[in-house]
């Protein structure tokens, strides 16, 4: 046994472009992430600096027009790399989706002044995006959210709080949705917003069980004037604009939950193979290798499945059920996986000396972020059985 263990991902990869990506991401993980993954996440900082480091080598631009800065890959590229980054640090894996689920509105909504005039900063300038949908009292319900935006002439007045916003406090530029109209779906408009908006304004970030490197915290509108210029979309698109990006932020959410579950598994794997009680290592008994071969299952099984609905979206197809599907399987498969990661390791795996503790902490958010696993369940009947009645 002693010869196995973890090894590097098998990929299934389009082109040799795509071969060359992988390669350069897992170059940058060795060197910039891994090293201080541990010891950034116990204080609880952000690695700003990598994340310039990241724009700067066209990362955060993946899925984008090269026209703009952006790397012009397919979906199932891009998933494949959230997930090498998520294994390595949820931090970075996270905020890597987070920014383009900012950037989605305008790259796929955008006039082409807009394009032109921010695209390109928010791909490659080291700008770091946040994403404005939820608020205190507004969560699974989307489309009750109460934030007002108020026109006068060419100038738009945001007014109201959003909740759980990823990058909230260190983000420069924020794509917030708020209410144009009264009605629930049609009302809402999308707009960019810049961080340093005279009434814009973050809390202190939560305090959570995972992911501490990560902020997570409100940002208060108060008066917040913004161009019409910077309003994304028609004024009451701001809702299908919102689905879309969920829909694709889901895949990342997915991806992200399986690069947890294959550092889980990889920890694991490692630890078994070097273990040993009554004289020989413990993944030579039967009960925990079929552990082992169930996590390894799990994960098989999620990365086809968050490839398949990438693959869809590549093609133009409609996908919404299957990033559903693998945001839901995903994230529930990585609450699993990092649960049996501790549970073989023992009182090891408790510790903090063991990342496999901090997996799965993280591992709980992910059931959580893009819409609640609940919440998927919803939309996957919704597309089997149709809307419910009554």
Same mark, same amino acid.
């Given at each position: ?282 993944? /030579? &008994?039967?009960?925990? %290798?079929? #552990? ?5 299952? +799990? *994960?098989?099984? @999620? ?49 903090? /000396? &063991?990342?496999?503790? %901090?997996? #799965? ?5 992910? +059931? *959580?972020?893009? @819409? ?19």
């Amino acid at each position: 046994m002693n010869d196995h263990g973890p090894q590097p991902v098998e990929r299934e990869l389009p082109t040799e472009e795509a071969r060359d990506l992988i390669s350069l991401v897992r170059e940058l993980i060795e060197r910039e992430i891994k090293p201080r993954a541990a010891e950034e996440e116990a204080a609880g900082r952000f690695p700003r600096e990598l994340f310039t480091l990241l724009s700067e080598s066209g990362l955060l631009g993946l899925v984008h027009p090269e026209e703009f800065g952006g790397g012009d890959q397919p979906y199932e590229v891009y998933l494949q790399v959230l997930e090498e980054l998520a294994a390595a640090r949820l931090t970075v894996g996270l905020g890597v989706s987070v920014h383009t689920l900012a950037c989605h509105a305008l790259a796929g909504y955008g006039s082409k002044e807009q394009l032109a005039e921010y695209l390109p900063a928010m791909l490659g300038g080291g700008l770091l995006g946040a994403y404005c949908l939820s608020e205190p009292s507004s969560g699974s319900d989307a489309a009750g959210l109460t934030t007002r935006a108020t026109r006068d002439g060419d100038t738009w007045t945001l007014e109201g709080t959003k909740a759980w916003i990823t990058h909230g406090g260190i983000a420069d530029f924020y794509t917030v949705l708020a209410r144009t109209g009264p009605e629930r779906t049609r009302g809402i408009s999308a707009f960019l917003v810049p961080a340093d908006a005279p009434g814009l304004s973050a809390a202190a970030p939560e305090h959570k069980m995972g992911m501490a490197g990560s902020p997570t915290a409100q940002i208060h509108l108060d008066g917040v004037r913004v161009p019409d210029a910077r309003r994304i979309g028609e004024e009451g698109q701001g809702f299908a604009i919102a689905l879309s990006a969920l829909d694709a932020g889901r895949l990342g959410i997915a991806a992200c939950a399986v690069g947890v579950a294959q550092a889980a598994l990889d920890e694991a794997l490692a630890y078994t193979a070097q273990r040993r009680q009554f004289g020989r290592p413990i993944a /030579d &008994f039967q009960g925990l %290798r079929f #552990m082992l071969a169930d996590m390894a299952t +799990q *994960i098989e099984a @999620g990365r086809a499945l968050y490839l398949t609905a990438a693959r869809l979206r590549d093609a133009g197809r409609p996908f919404s059920k299957q990033a559903a599907m693998a945001k839901l399987f995903c994230s529930d498969a990585a609450m699993r996986i990092t649960t049996d990661a501790v549970q073989l390791l023992g009182g090891y795996g408790y510790t903090v /000396d &063991f990342p496999v503790e %901090r997996y #799965m902490r993280e591992a709980k958010v992910l +059931q *959580i972020v893009e @819409g609640t696993n609940q919440i998927q369940r919803v939309v996957i009947a919704r597309a089997l059985a149709g809307p419910e009645v009554g």
